[in-house]
């Protein structure tokens, strides 16, 4: 028998058909749904005149286009209302569960997915949205699709795909004090470039990688599409288990002991192939910050911001339009470079792991006062744990106020947008021009990070603030 | 989904010498909370297209009355970020049937397939040297003919294959659609379902 990946193994038990010259038709076991790519997919629906074929299988939840302040009143825009109004509907007729706004159990798609029990290892996973490469962290093949592909779902449970090729990213060393999994990520990103895993799906391996919690490998896996990949994932092992052994529910599982013998058997044969192999060691990696446009353009935060993008060539004009834009200059050090807004939240880092981070470097400490900081926990469970741990009250007291849960200005489609020409050291994934609101100016960073800018109002290395040994598991 | 069908193109283009495009500045997402397909077009490339005042930026291309066409040419890498399929409805509706680039991000590829829109992939030289003439002459016309799978130049007479599944584009030429195709698949579906173990 071939060696076979662990992508190609759930892969290849999910195709129901290969069309000659064609994409696969895959079948996929978790649909995640949100207001802002489902409207026009259910309208289709309409059209044709056809039902969800498995209503079970599809979960939704009200993230991207909802406010952070006073989610009890009716959200004041009207075409968001009108958006979360028919989620609400389209999940009412076609019966499928709705985590919707003021739901103790709302929060963003790829934050309760996981935290309710309803992704799985082993499983196909996609949404309309493209850090679905989240769940991954848990061994399945999870990807984000466009909106014709959420209408095929919801249609036939299925969707035609092209097999992406396969690549093993292997980490190994020790990780250094002050170093998270989003520091990891986002290094791996800089070395190979925003475009670099392309056409890919990722397999994340190495001993520096099975030393993070479920959390933190989220975070690991949610970032894979920002170097392009379809996706990314982590074979389970023990920490999966234990993350799952823990979760008061586990969806369409009756006996875990014997799901997890099952799940044991999910790892890529020792011999198995992919297409491209790299090695990274941990070792190096140094807390990051991006200074550019994408989150390929990231550094260590000692260090000067490159002379072009290219090692000895003049630097491109898409390069030079990034600094601008960022009002950063090449060769330029970002340390003690002033910031006006600190965002931790998104689904990248909106965790209560997260939370406990940013509490590490605040406690005892007061907020600069030129930062706004947004606040945003991923959930409501996540909400619930941090009143329960008494970090509510310890933000309060170093004079952050914590908002409602939401996607919120990860991608400022709701009010919680940086102003235009401010400077944000962001939690979440995307430094896009405008992506946090037009004219805005996105330092992509850890919750450690975030956490240094917040106190002292500038970008601040963490370590600074890391005297005690400080074992935060990201 | 998309039920247009593709014809042979013959067009002057509308060139975009950047790279990293990303689907954030395609179509922003505070222009998301619309539930049609339609009327993205207006805010394609918004925030390039206006001033922070709102006024037309002149030095924007699309402001530009020389570039008109139904190609729009790209540097590498783009459509990546987001997954919205907005960003392709906006393309769409603004009026490009093909987008040309050195390389295109995954999810934007297939969402353009299944909504119309040819993304056409050629060499990096290729690219540079075709957005040199189209910003030195507007009026440089390309042909793209889908069913020969050929992009050439006109004018320099450089000519091309370029890829495309098989697959979808037997579905572009004849303006067919993937979830009619699914949809008569539904007994192998449902016994796929049948079959199927935890792992």
């Known amino acids: ?474 | 989904m998309s039920k247009v069908k593709f014809d042979t193109i013959e067009s002057t283009c509308v060139p975009l010498p950047f790279e990293n495009v990303d689907t954030d500045q395609i179509i922003p997402a505070r222009f998301l909370s619309a539930t049609s397909r339609q009327g993205f077009g207006d805010n394609l490339f918004r925030d390039w297209r206006y001033t922070k005042t709102g006024e037309k930026n002149g030095e924007f291309v699309l402001n530009n009355p020389g570039y008109k066409g139904k190609v729009l040419v790209a540097g590498k890498n783009f459509g990546s970020g987001s997954s919205r399929e907005h960003a392709v409805w906006a393309i769409f509706d603004y009026g490009f049937r093909a987008v040309v680039s050195s390389f295109f991000a995954d999810i934007f590829m297939n969402n353009a397939l299944n909504n119309g829109l040819l993304p056409i992939v050629i060499s990096d030289e290729l690219l540079k040297k075709l957005l040199n003439q189209v910003q030195n002459n507007p009026d440089t016309k390309v042909k793209i003919d889908l069913e020969k799978q050929i992009f050439s130049i006109l004018p320099s007479g450089d000519s091309v294959k370029f890829g495309i599944n098989p697959y979808k584009k037997e579905c572009l030429l004849k303006g067919l659609d993937d979830i009619d195709f699914l949809l008569t698949m539904s007994s192998a579906i449902t016994s796929y379902e049948n079959n199927k173990s935890l792992v």
Request: glycine share 10%; hydrophobic share 35%.
């Open chain 1, 1 to 474: 028998m071939n060696s076979k990946t662990l992508f190609d193994k759930i892969w290849d038990s999910h195709v129901v058909k290969s069309i000659a010259d064609g994409p696969d038709v895959l079948y996929i076991d978790r649909h995640y749904i949100h207001e802002v790519t489902s409207p026009q997919a259910f309208n289709g629906l309409k059209e044709r005149g056809i039902p969800v074929f498995r209503p079970g299988k599809t979960i939704a939840t009200a993230d991207h286009n909802i406010p952070t302040k006073d989610q009890h009143l009716p959200i004041r825009d009207q075409l968001s209302r009108n958006q979360v109004e028919r989620l609400s509907e389209n999940c009412q007729k076609y019966g499928i569960e709705l985590f919707g706004l003021n739901d103790p159990k709302n929060g963003i798609v790829h934050v309760i997915g996981p935290e309710l029990g309803y992704t799985l290892p082993g499983m196909t996973i996609v949404c309309g949205d493209s850090h679905t490469s989240t769940h991954g962290a848990f061994g399945t093949i999870a990807f984000g699709i466009g909106t014709s592909e959420v209408e095929m779902v919801l249609a036939t449970q299925c969707i035609l795909q092209p097999k992406p090729r396969k690549m093993r990213i292997t980490l190994d060393g020790e990780l250094h004090k002050g170093v998270t999994s989003k520091d990891i990520i986002m290094y791996i990103i800089s070395e190979i470039s925003a475009s670099g895993a392309t056409g890919y799906f990722v397999e994340y391996c190495g001993s520096s990688i099975r030393n993070l919690s479920m959390e933190g490998r989220m975070t690991i896996c949610n970032m894979s599409i920002e170097m392009g990949a379809r996706g990314g994932l982590i074979a389970p092992d023990e920490t999966t288990f234990e993350y799952l052994r823990k979760l008061p529910s586990i969806h369409g599982i009756s006996d875990i002991n014997y799901a997890v013998e099952e799940w044991k058997k999910l790892r890529s044969d020792s011999d198995s192939l992919y297409d491209k192999d790299l090695k990274f060691d941990a070792s190096l990696i140094k807390p990051m910050i991006t200074y550019g446009t994408n989150p390929g353009m990231g550094m260590a935060i000692d260090d000067s911001i490159p002379l072009s993008d290219e090692k000895g060539i003049k630097a491109s004009s898409s390069f030079i339009k990034s600094l601008d834009y960022m009002g950063f200059k090449p060769g330029m050090k970002l340390l003690g470079h002033p910031i006006d807004y600190v965002f931790i939240g998104s689904c990248t880092n909106g965790r209560i792991e997260d939370f406990r981070a940013f509490a590490e470097v605040i406690r005892g400490r007061k907020k600069a006062d030129n930062i706004t900081a947004l606040i945003v926990p991923g959930s409501k469970k996540v909400e619930e744990q941090m009143v329960a741990e008494g970090l509510i009250d310890l933000y309060k007291s170093a004079g952050f106020e914590v908002r409602q849960p939401g996607c919120s200005s990860c991608l400022a489609m709701n009010e919680d947008k940086i102003p235009l020409g401010k400077y944000a050291v962001s939690t979440s994934n995307r430094n896009f021009e405008g992506r946090q609101g037009p004219g805005s100016r996105t330092l992509l960073a850890s919750p450690l990070t975030a956490a240094a800018a917040a106190i002292t109002g500038k970008i601040t290395d963490p370590r600074e603030f890391l005297t005690e040994e400080i074992n935060i598991n990201k």
